[in-house]
Structures are given as C-alpha cells and as structure tokens.
C-alpha cells in the first residue's frame, strides 16, 4: 500500500524567504508524486508532478520539487515567498497499477508580511 | 481547465434524508473518483470508478454508493445522511497513473 506523510501541517515563512514543505511516501515501486495546492474555498490545483523523468521538477509560481529515491521524499521548495503563496499543500502519491491518488494530511503555509 | 462540472456546489441537508452528488466530465476519461476532504485528514477516497457500470470501494467508503451508467457522469448517493457525512466532497478524473484532474468541490453540510 502507499502512504504518504507531510511533516508539519503549519508552515509559517516570512515574504521573501524560502519556502520547504516536507513530503515522504512510502510506495514499493516507483511511484508518480504530485504536489497539489488549494486557494480558501476552491478545487485543487496542480502544482507539479514527478513521473520519472527528471529529479528536479519545476512547477507553476516558481515551486519547484527534487525527488530522492535513497530517501523517499519529494519535498517542494521555493526560494522566495509571496503573500499569494498562502494555502494549503497537498502531497500525493499514485502508481503500481493503481490510478488512484493517495495523499497526504496538507500543510497550510501562512506568509508573514 | 478539464471539463469537471460538480453539482450543486453546495448543500444543506437533515439528518436521514438521501443525498445525491453529480460529478459530469467532458474529458472521456476512463477513470472517475470521489473523495472527501475533512480540517487534518487531507482528502480521502470514497468510491472510483474504472469504467461504465465498473465501481470500487476507497479508504471511506461505508455509508456512500456510487453509480456509473455513462461514461461522463459518476454519482455519489448518502442512503441516509448522518453528521459525520458533513465535508467537502470533490470529483477527479483521469486517464493515466500520470495525472488527475479535480472538479471545485461540493460543500455538504448535515443538519
């Protein structure tokens, strides 16, 4: 079965710092990895996806996210901060033959001005 | 954006009373999903879908049916809404391991 655990389900940065949110996932085969974020009270947007090809995968609004096998994580990262990046996170995790999306609790990031 | 229409986008119901949920795609995907989204559990799968008249259960699944007689509609039905069934319930579609598409999501609330 597949897991996956986002450590920390509030962030805090300050604008124009970096942000990093924590994604690990439990998969026994490679799996596709997704980051997925919500603005209050709307649908879920895609952020990037990692699907084998490219370790380091660039995203929308400047995110970006490194997979790393030797440590199951997929963690996403953006160099600088900006009011509008304020929501919440979703990690995900499909694959193994399984088309369905498992995901991870969230984390909401806050952007202190 | 994928063509995902979800009604209605929001609900009051009572305790007791059927519920039915629409979630209509124009994307001809093969695969439907329904989950629900509750504050510290992230979205959870409720029933999918890989195919007309095909359904399985998800992680939540008591208390929900599914429904699928067409290849653009999956139906979420609560037989006798109960308070904990109060959440947000979003729609996916997709055609691959390689991505999903969500709908906006229907807030139910049970009374």
């Known amino acids: 079965a597949q897991s996956v655990t986002q450590l920390g389900s509030h962030v805090s940065v300050s604008e124009g710092a970096l942000v990093l949110l924590r994604c690990n996932y439990s998969?026994?085969?490679?799996?596709?990895l997704f980051w997925y974020v919500q603005y209050p009270n709307q649908g879920l947007q895609l952020l990037l996806k990692?699907?084998?090809?490219?370790?380091l995968v660039k995203g929308i609004n400047g995110f970006e996210a490194e997979f790393k096998k030797s440590e199951t994580s997929f963690h996403l990262t953006k160099p600088s901060a900006h009011m509008s990046d304020a929501a919440e996170y979703f990690c995900a995790v499909s694959g193994a033959g399984s088309y369905q999306l498992t995901f991870g609790k969230g984390t909401k990031l806050s952007v202190i001005p | 954006d994928a063509g995902i229409t979800q009604s209605p986008r929001h609900k009051v119901t009572e305790t007791g009373t059927p519920v039915t949920l629409r979630c209509h795609q124009t994307?001809?995907?093969?695969?439907m999903y329904w989950y629900r989204q509750d504050p510290g559990h992230g979205l959870r799968l409720i029933h999918y879908s890989y195919g007309v008249k095909d359904t399985d259960k998800g992680e939540v699944s008591d208390g929900y049916s599914v429904s699928r007689s067409k290849t653009e509609d999956f139906l979420l039905t609560l037989e006798s809404a109960t308070s904990s069934q109060t959440s947000v319930y979003f729609c996916a579609i997709s055609e691959s391991e390689a991505e999903a598409f969500f709908g906006q999501g229907t807030r139910l609330t049970v009374v």
């Open positions: 990692y699907t084998s090809a490219a370790t």
């Open positions: 998969s026994s085969v490679p799996p596709y």
């Open positions: 994307e001809n995907h093969r695969y």
